[in-house]
């Protein structure tokens, strides 16, 4: 265990000075601490593109495969003990990764806890979800530690064993979450969505005047406001109205829902928002002149401009957390992306057909990356040489009717 924690007493002495809240999301710098959950006027999660553009994301790369593979060879080593950490924490596989992801999102960083083996491996990982753990950073010395009350008491972990996983950092430290650059589009976002209920719940009414014809003394006004109350207080309801007196003019204030362009303000928001997430807006459902090549097309974008970068980023998280010092020029972490690369079945034939055809990957290899059972006979190799007997890439044919050739011309 030496070899994970020979930082612990650096970063105590860094940090011996600084202020240490627990059980809060608190980011520690120069003896100073801010909460990230402060600088967020509205929840994020409350405005439904900025909560499905999160949701697809994240649900895509937890759909994802995890194995780890021999570097050289390229062959996936069964049985890791990375994999069975993966698999043996208390969340599943899935909901880990989506948590995560989830986490860098919102709160900007996604944290969990390693616990090992007495020989380093890892044995469970351990979903820390905000407001359970403390990050601090001192940026003098750039030394970072954790603590995370709820595992490990009061004690200070280095950076090995923990998982930190952000995207977004204004010191390439501690993430920021999305809603922190969006600052500006989610409230107006959420000002728009309250607007369209406040104007549905009042039965889709506006604002009124009454304005009487003569000066009404403080009996009729209070009389004419609770008409008007009782009648259509809490929605304009079937067969409630209200009567008044011949010297009172109604007169409405405000504007209509439709003259507001409430659709379309709420429409521009949902762009904004999947600029700031980088998704292609048709998978929010806007659809507009979209066909089946838009769609299939958004999809690509999305696996290569979004997904994949995150995707990267928790691969070398885990390769420099997850695999020991000693493996790691041997044993890499690898997310088998290919399983999302295509949208329908078409593609995904076409592509092993050509990658068979072209000598790059073996039936069997294609079957197995397909779902399929392996069949014998099926490993070699194969290039498209004119003749049969000469297909295989080894070669074999082609070298034994090289030597009868050479026989006949020595005969």
């Known amino acids: 265990m030496g070899i994970f924690s020979r930082k612990n007493k650096e970063i105590k002495r860094n940090t011996d000075e600084i202020q240490r809240p627990e059980h809060s999301t608190m980011y520690s710098q120069r003896g100073k601490t801010f909460n990230l959950s402060d600088w967020s006027i509205t929840d994020p999660e409350t405005i439904s593109s900025f909560f499905g553009g999160v949701e697809l994301i994240s649900s895509q790369i937890s759909n994802i495969k995890i194995c780890v593979k021999d570097i050289e060879t390229k062959e996936i080593v069964k049985d890791h003990p990375v994999i069975k950490a993966l698999y043996n924490s208390k969340l599943t596989k899935f909901m880990l990764i989506k948590q995560l992801i ?28 905000p407001g359970t753990y403390t990050i601090l950073y001192n940026e003098m ?10 595992l490990t008491g009061s004690q200070l972990l280095d950076s090995s064993n923990v998982i930190h996983l952000f995207k977004n950092s204004k010191n390439g430290r501690i993430g920021v979450g999305i809603s922190k650059y969006a600052n500006i589009i ?9 607007s369209a209920l406040a104007f549905y ?14 000066i009404l003394d403080t009996e009729e006004k209070m009389e004419a406001y609770n008409e008007m109350t009782n009648a259509f207080r809490g929605g304009n309801k079937n067969g409630n109205f209200a009567v008044l007196g011949n010297d009172f003019e109604i007169k409405p204030i405000g504007i209509s829902q439709k003259d507001a362009q ?17 998704i292609n807006p048709i998978l929010l459902g806007i659809n507009t002149g979209s066909t089946y090549n838009n769609i299939e097309q958004a999809q690509a974008d999305l696996v290569i401009h979004t997904l994949l970068p995150l995707i990267n980023l928790i691969e070398e998280e885990f390769n420099r957390k997850l695999i020991r010092p000693s493996q790691r020029a041997k044993y890499a972490v690898d997310f088998e992306e ?3 690369m295509f949208s329908d079945k078409a593609s995904t034939a076409n592509y092993y057909t050509s990658l068979v055809k072209n000598g790059l990957m073996s039936i069997n290899e294609a079957r197995a990356a397909m779902g399929y059972v392996e069949k014998p006979g ?11 007997n000469d297909n295989r890439v080894n070669n074999d044919g082609k070298e034994e ?11």
């Open 186 to 194: 989610i409230p107006l976002s959420s000002a728009a969505d309250k």
């Open 102 to 129: 989830h986490d860098i999102y919102i709160n900007g960083n996604g944290i969990a806890y390693i616990k090992r083996e007495m020989n380093g491996d890892p044995k469970e990982i351990v979903y820390c979800p």
């Open 141 to 150: 010395n750039n030394t970072i530690g954790y603590q995370i009350p709820f």
């Open 262 to 278: 409430c659709i379309e303000t709420r429409q521009f928001n949902v762009l904004e928002i999947c600029r700031y997430l980088n």
């Open 401 to 411: 009717k090289e030597e009868k050739n050479t026989e006949k011309e020595d005969e």
């Open 201 to 214: 719940d009042s039965g889709c009414n506006l604002n009124y005047i009454l304005q009487g014809n003569r």
């Open 338 to 340: 290919e399983t999302i």
């Open 378 to 388: 099926c490993d070699d190799l194969i290039i498209p040489y004119t003749n049969i």
